[in-house]
């Protein structure tokens, strides 16, 4: 994921992911924060309810960790966007994450729940969609 949404992940502010794909894989992910920050992105950080949520005095640049793992989650479940949008965020506890993702119709929405935060970030090379981390090649890589 690109900063900030995967940190809104472990911080528990972000439990839908929306993706333009769907997933049948359910179980412990890994979440990874991309090595890229696009500028927009960091421009993010500064609006609500994306300030808010990141806790933290931010400088003129965010120092959100990148380039590597930041904790493991559970995919419960993964919907199509329009059920997750029009049922669950009628209810008050998720108006701030409607803003948090793409909620447009067509996408899917990934169900994340019991987030387990590293104490220390682990460096890993990402990849784009599902793939397989083998954290102990990546600590002992030079």
């Not at 992105?41 to 500064?46: F, T």
């Amino acid at each position: 994921m690109t900063q900030p949404w995967a940190s809104l992940v472990m911080l528990g502010a972000k439990r839908w992911e929306t993706r333009s794909w769907s997933t049948c894989y359910r179980g412990r992910i890994a979440i990874h924060a991309a090595k890229s920050f696009p500028r927009e992105c960091r421009d993010l950080c500064y609006a609500q309810p994306f300030f808010a949520a990141l806790g933290s005095p931010l400088s003129s640049d965010p120092h959100l960790p990148r380039g590597c793992v930041l904790g493991i989650a559970t995919l419960t479940d993964c919907r199509r966007v329009e059920d997750v949008r029009d049922r669950l965020f009628s209810l008050d506890e998720y108006s701030s994450e409607l803003r948090f993702g793409n909620y447009s119709d067509g996408r899917s929405a990934w169900h994340l729940e019991d987030v387990e935060v590293f104490p220390e970030p682990i460096p890993a090379r990402g990849m784009l969609g599902l793939w397989e981390w083998n954290v102990a090649q990546e600590v002992t890589e030079p």
